[in-house]
């Protein structure tokens, strides 16, 4: 990984072949300290596991996917939990050879070619507390 500072608040990760971007993105924000965040990236990976979130059941329905595929979007932000726990939140479209676009929450992902990924840190008071009603982290009034 090869980290560049744009600004004070913002740095863009640059994610190399064989990576794994959430792994990565936690362990940089452990080293700086960044306990609040908004990630955004765009690059290529060659697995990825994606899940899509059932509210009613309150369960994730995973998919993984052994190809080359676009990572047309990357969102998502970082906060700390009530347990005071470092949580990376992202989600994620990914796009296949013939165009074909499928996105969820992203659990963890490979690059296959490079991952360009822009952390910017705020100043925030929030945290993510479990909500009963959703199953769910949501951010919150600390």
């Known amino acids: 990984m090869v980290e560049g500072k744009l ?12 990576e794994m971007i959430v792994e ?7 080293k ?4 609040s965040g908004l ?8 697995r990825a596991e994606i899940a899509h979130y059932n509210v009613e059941t309150k369960k994730y329905t ?3 996917l052994k190809e080359a595929l676009e990572m ?16 990376i939140h992202l989600h994620v ?3 296949r050879a013939n165009g074909e676009l499928m996105g969820g929450h992203l659990v963890e992902a490979r690059v296959g070619g490079v991952g360009e990924i822009i952390i910017e840190a705020v100043s925030s008071e929030l ?15 600390s």
């Open 72 to 87: 047309v979007t990357l969102t998502g932000n970082v906060f700390r939990d009530e347990k005071g726990e470092l949580v």
């Open 39 to 46: 990630i955004q990236g765009i690059g290529a990976v060659d």
């Open 62 to 64: 995973p998919m993984v």
């Open 93 to 95: 479209g990914l796009g």
């Open 7 to 18: 600004n004070k608040d913002k740095t863009i990760l640059v994610i190399r072949k064989g």
């Open 24 to 30: 990565t993105i936690k362990g940089w924000c452990q």
């Open 127 to 141: 945290i993510k507390k479990y909500d009963n009603e959703t199953g769910l982290k949501i951010l919150s009034e």
């Open 32 to 35: 700086e300290g960044i306990t």
